[in-house]
């Protein structure tokens, strides 16, 4: 068998908050997450906006953030009539 075919296996620290939380099994000694099953909504029960990196307003900056606007509606100036 070819030596240092792998990577080193280490028995990995997970952070969240500065917290340790868990530890996995890696190939980093440790990791510093932003979301974990402690923290989801979807585990936890709890209904609550993740969104630590502005993402959504990331978006509406790069795009004008015209997007979630609603159109005005279309004024009808007098005499216009098709009939």
């Known amino acids: ?3 240092e075919t792998h990577p080193k296996y280490f028995n990995c ?3 969240h908050n500065g ?3 868990m530890t996995v099994g890696a ?3 440790e990791m510093h997450v932003e979301v ?3 923290s989801h909504p979807f585990f936890t029960g709890k209904n609550v906006l ?3 990196a502005g993402r959504v307003e990331k978006f509406q900056k790069k795009f004008g953030g015209n997007y979630f606007k609603k159109p005005e ?3 009808v100036k ?3 009539d098709d009939e």
Do not use: E, H, L
Request: proline share 8%; glycine share 8%.
């Open 50 to 52: 993740v969104d630590s």
């Open 73 to 75: 509606p279309k004024k």
């Open 36 to 38: 974990w099953s402690g």
């Open 27 to 29: 190939t980093v000694p």
């Open 19 to 21: 917290v340790q939380v």
């Open 13 to 15: 620290k997970v952070f």
């Open 78 to 80: 007098a005499g216009d």
């Open 1 to 3: 068998m070819k030596t």
